[in-house]
T-cell receptor, first 113, second 110 residues
């Protein structure tokens, strides 16, 4: 079945350092979404990428969708302690008519001051 | 608009019992999905309801069931609880392709 994989599983950085998480799908995706879950919280939608090669920025966050629409990345420049949490990528499930999502297992980011 | 709400927020049950969780989607959202989140397996899709009909189902045993009411509120039920059912159960309502998650119900099975 469709699988979405993320690396790394965990990363610990010093405040001010950059961070990148990578997402790979076993199938071509119509779009890819990114969510952030703070410790003790629930996933919150960050962004959706639709076009091949698309790059979107949200302040210090840069999201990319690969040319083949099977991979994506999230890069955070100059991390802050508020960036702590788990970042998930997700793609539409083919077997659901694309109405539900397959999530990667997430990358947990810890930022030390 | 108010967000997705879930009740109760925390539950402690013992093996063999059953449990019912409730979810109220964002007003106007007709699609409700349920996910199970555990440290080992991550977020796993349980089922999706739309207009009171189960539209999609994940790979969970029949002990997991759900329903949706005419006001789009949804419930999920887990019967004959097992220790491995301990998890955070998240409900999400959908607008377009985006899922809006509720705060979840933390279920602990002893």
């Amino acid at each position: 079945g469709q699988q979405v994989m993320q690396i790394p599983q965990y990363q610990h950085v010093q405040e001010g350092e950059d961070f990148t998480t990578y997402c790979n799908s076993s199938t071509t995706l119509s779009n890819i979404q990114w969510y952030k879950q703070r410790p003790g919280g629930h996933p919150v939608f960050l962004i959706q990428l639709v076009k091949s090669g698309e790059v979107k920025k949200q302040k210090r966050l840069t999201f990319q969708f690969g040319e083949a629409k099977k991979n994506s990345s999230l890069h955070i420049t100059a991390t802050q302690t508020t960036d702590v949490g788990t970042y998930f990528c997700a793609g539409p499930r083919e077997d659901s008519g694309y109405s539900t999502l397959t999530f990667g297992k997430g990358t947990m980011l810890l930022v030390s001051p | 608009k108010a967000g997705v709400t879930q009740t109760p927020r925390y539950l402690i049950k013992t093996r063999g019992q059953q449990v019912t969780l409730s979810c109220s989607p964002i007003s106007g959202h007709r699609s409700v999905s349920w996910y199970q989140q555990t440290p080992g397996q991550g977020l796993q899709f349980l089922f999706e309801y739309f207009s009171e009909t189960q539209r999609n189902k994940g790979n969970f045993p029949g002990r997991f069931s759900g329903r949706q009411f005419s006001n789009s509120r949804s419930e999920m039920n887990v019967s004959t609880l097992e220790l491995g059912d301990s998890a955070l159960y998240l409900c999400a309502s959908r607008a377009g392709g985006t899922q809006y998650f509720g705060p979840g119900t933390r279920l602990t099975v002893l």
